[in-house]
């Protein structure tokens, strides 16, 4: 089979061209020839730069077939204006009677003036009807008043990826999430999974129980200064060991949470003479019971090194996971919840 | 002791650190499958600790001579890219043990290298049967002797995969079972049959279990006849020797057709685990009408192809391929119609064929359902409909179609039979993980749902040893088809008698 991309761009565009022009943007370039549409998903992408976005949008259709609407506002100026760019790949030459397939359509919407605060009118009808649809935010967090209920009508479920920005600048996003029900998925939080499994195994052992429980002292390394890493999946260990203590500072009454600078991440959980030491090595998290500096035991969890696409890909196909949802109702949302 | 952490995590699906022993490690199966599908589970990160191999196998070769093999056989078949450094790791944990299987002392070799003296490697041992089927019970029972064939205490664990066949017979499969369960337990025996691993097999329990619209039509009712083609366009391509001692009913029905039967008609489980899957499937194959010596000849048909012409190339019969006897008996293709005798599928035949050399390779399950108790369009142009028609593809073009009529647009009322279709491919992009990997993951983590259990393969034997006995007893000549055909003419007629006809996949 043949894979072939199909460009089209058009400036100034009228809002209900686009939905109009799209169904003939295949058949014009294949000769008059429908194709069969295998999309199985939408997957918004609000973004600064639609240039930056528009080659990891590919990547990421050639795992997940999806319409893909990449949308970037910039509101201010006098021009109201609508440019649309669509990329359709499509793979021709299926063999004798069957039609071409279009197998992924990426949408790139550049928004102007007025008409740029009203971006979310101009994405509605371009929804495919019952299939999953994700809006994955890749800017900083919005501020102040959006149109959550709006969008909630559009998509069902929100991406974020909290190591871009601080957690706690995700909180109005995720309140507005849990409140108009849309799932919530973090890529960073998939990112810690390792971190998380790695802790549950060494809990099973007696010294690491200990250390966990009520631990003197946990010093976190990040090569920069400003970085939290993994913050959500902080949040999950401090909940469920009863710590209460949410994200820096950390506040305790036994326990010592320091921050320092790494060339790597890195955790340390000190209690007494015994350490757990967790680091992210290049090939693998590692995780090392600690005596008196020498190695009684070791964990370990292979990694290898996924790209941005990569970690979508993956969170696109393992879905939501309450255990996130419940990690964070009982933290970052505790007295949203309370309230 | 309570684990906070536990909760809500889910179960991780990542061995502990063992030992892959591979018997039969020079062999095709262990270049062609075994190696790089541990290899990939390694890419995908998978395999979480450590994981030693070490090939055994008379063949002599020294440690590193096997490995270049291992790696040249893993960069030849594995649907991975070449990563070197998974590769460098998986390499410098390879082992090799020339061994006769016969011989009691290599044995104790064996067992010394499995006593890892730094304690790196636990005492969990996957042991690989990839030997011609005779070595089973030989392989078993020296293992047992010296010491492998039992766990060291309840932390550790020993595992056994068997290959198919298992056994040529019913008897020959319940002596198998009986010497195989001298050593082990039947929780650490694992016998496989790759059908399971595909995804799309696995896909036939998702498909009627996770749906709510599929289940209710499931029935006798609804359901007019089911047909399972497994269609190959190979000769036996270099099998001769064993494919003659086998034939196609014992190669192809006795396990992976008998499996899709049994996925297609079981009832829904109590849970998605080993045994309630398993106690299903074997309620099906019990319930299977046995035949006698008259269903033998009514309701099968055995056959051999002929010379002809297959994707453009002229091809040899099967009495003309080597190491075929030219006076074999040999099925090289295989009809039947199957009853079930329960209350969901009494009266709803099933329909099996397999064959080598037909015209294209095809693997389906085609349920078809009744037409529409009321004629209500025989007044307009298109007064015969063709019946609703589910068809589960299992390769190639994986996917599921269903079809049904549609309105041709127009003042008059025409009826079109239109298809809505599902392709795996385009629904689910990138490459899907090779069976093997599968279910070489499930024997390292415990999980033996999607492997046969003694009674499953029991019954299935019981059947088709109930076919081969009246096969035994016919003394007419064996019917015939073209290379490039779609079968005897004799397997046309077993279903037209019935009113029906063969599905063209």
Redesign the interface.
Known sequence: MTRRIIHWQQAKVRGPEVLSHLPAIVPEALDGATP?T?T?MTLGLFVDKPRQWLELAHRIA????ARILMLSSAPGGDDDRLDVEVYAAV?TERGSGRPP?L?SECIAMSLYGRIANYWIDWVQPLIRSDLPSYLWWTTAPPEGRFRWDLLRTTFQSLIIDSASHPLEKWQLLIEAAEHHRMALLDLDWSRGLAF??L??EA??TEEA?QI?ETPDEVLVTSPKTDDWPLASSWLW?SW???WQMGLPPCQHPSIQVQKAEGSSHAWRFRRGSWSLVLTEAP?AWRLHLVHEQQVTREW?????HPSLEDDLSRLLSEGRD??YQ?TLRHTLLERTHTA | MENPLKEGLGARRRPEPFTFVIFGAAGDLAHRKLFPAVYNLMVDNWLAGDCRIIGVARRSYKDQEFRQEVGQAIQEHSRRPPDKAVLDKLLANTHYLTQDFTDADAYQALEALLHDPDGHFPQNFLFYLATPPSAYPIIAEHLGRVGLAKPQDSAHWVRIIVEKPFGHDLDSAVALNQDLHLVFDESQIYRIDHYLGKETVQNILVFRFANGIFEPLWTRQYIDHVQITVAESLGVAGRGSYYDQAGALRDMVQNHMLQLVSLIAMEPPVAFEADAVRDEKVKVLRSIRPFSTRDVADYTVRAQYEKGSVDGEIVPGYLDEPDIASDSRTDSYVALRLLIDNWRWAGVPFYLRTGKRLAKRATEIAIQFKTAPHRFFRQTDTPELAPNLLTLKIQPDEGISLRFGAKVPGPEIRVRTVNMEFLYGTSFAGTPPEAYERLLLDAMIGDSTLFTRKDEVESAWALVSSILHGWQRARGPIPTYESGSWGPEEADLLIQRDGFHWRRP
């Open positions: 069969i295998a199985v050639e795992s997940h077939p793979e397939l197998f998380r499994n802790l549950a809990f099973e129980r966990l260990l469920r060991l009863g090939d370990q969890e292979p990694h290898a309450p255990l419940e």
